[in-house]
């Protein structure tokens, strides 16, 4: 592994990328978010949006709607920071069992007891409860919005302009997991509508047909409904409630609802033909696709921008097998959040 380590960190092709990857491999072997932070605090739009976060809600009583996967985060990021009363949120079992220490309460519980106090929205789809809690005399000035404080980071993910040689004209862009077409739209405004060609993967049955409607005016995009593996053949498919934390299940367990889906090879659904660009965010399967992708990057030598967070492995992993597939790539680590989520390796 030590080899593998040095290989990597002579590849990276700046100051920040090895600060970001010796914070990552601390945080793989600790699993403290205090590494997190070291990253936040190096990545300077990060740091401002935090502080100005927590010029919000220091020296403030706290409640917190949304007890999922985003306030789950805004604990680990901020719990320590400020002082959390409670949480809110419309799953009934949650509000008996409590949610990571915290009580969980109704929306009427919230709208009777806290109009005076501090909220965070620590959801994706805020808007319905945000014209609750206005209309029930809350204070716009006093709730503040989590995933306002992220568009225009997410916007530059895998699209980063402080990565030299991303963009060209022409391209071939490959989009693996692309999940509500956000990133490719972001691609077409980035690439200023001079792709060549926009092939991309989505096995959630829901969410590809989202993708579907949303891209049926937009020229040359092919959307297929598999997920990318490393052979051709069906795997489980755990749909979770939060469609982004959708994922392969490589164990299936019975307190999961499982579907069936189709995965493939990028090399055999494309048949060896051109790609330029790569982008993959498929919740952990990162290294079994491009194994999937071998003969691809071998042939094409895309650019690359994988996700190297859902597992600890990722870090080490995926850029070694880049790396054994062309050794030439130069290597870059972008962070786009306040967690341990969001973690870019680029490959050019």
Not at 32 to 60: A, F, M, P, T, Y
Not at 174 to 199: E, F, M, P, Q
Not at 230 to 249: G, L, M
Request: charged share 25%.
């Amino acid at each position: 592994m030590r080899r593998e380590t040095e290989k990597i960190y002579s590849r990276l092709g700046d100051e920040l990328s090895k600060q970001i990857f010796e914070s990552r491999l601390l945080y793989s072997l600790t699993d403290n978010q205090k590494h997190i932070d070291n990253i936040v605090e190096i990545s300077q739009e990060l740091r401002k949006r935090k502080e100005h976060i927590l010029s919000q809600l220091q020296g403030k009583d706290v409640v917190v709607y949304g007890a999922g996967a985003l306030g789950l985060l805004f604990i680990e990021a901020f719990g320590e920071l400020v002082k959390i009363i409670e949480y809110c949120d419309r799953d009934k079992e949650k509000q008996k069992t409590g949610f990571c220490g915290y009580q969980v309460i109704s929306m009427t519980d919230l709208t009777c007891k806290h109009s005076t106090n501090q909220i965070v929205l620590a959801i994706g789809d805020y808007k319905e409860v945000l014209k609750t809690l206005i209309d029930n005399g809350f204070h716009k000035e006093s709730i503040l919005i989590l995933s306002e404080y992220f568009p225009t980071i997410f916007d530059t993910q895998y699209f980063d302009k402080s990565i030299p040689l991303l963009h060209k004209s022409g391209d071939v862009f490959v989009d693996a997991g692309c999940l509500d077409c956000s990133t490719i739209l972001h691609y077409i405004r980035w690439s200023n509508d001079t792709y060549k060609k926009i092939i991309a993967f989505e096995p959630s049955a829901l969410q590809h047909k989202v993708c579907v409607e949303k891209l049926k005016d937009i020229r040359d995009v092919t959307i297929y409904p598999y997920a990318l593996w490393n052979e051709n053949t069906s795997v489980s498919f755990h749909n979770e409630q939060d469609p982004q934390a959708s994922h392969i299940i490589q164990v299936p367990s019975l307190q999961l609802e499982i579907d069936k889906v189709k995965a493939v090879k990028l090399d055999d659904i494309l048949e060896r033909a051109e790609v330029n660009y790569l982008k993959m965010d498929i919740e952990g399967a990162e290294l079994n696709a491009l194994l999937g992708s071998e003969c691809t990057i071998l042939n094409y030598r895309p650019k690359l921008a994988i996700c190297v967070y859902h597992k600890p492995e990722d870090i080490i992993e995926i850029p070694s097998y880049i790396l054994s597939l062309h050794s030439d790539y130069t290597l870059y680590l972008r962070h786009y959040s306040f967690y341990y989520s969001e973690t870019i390796l680029y490959a050019v």
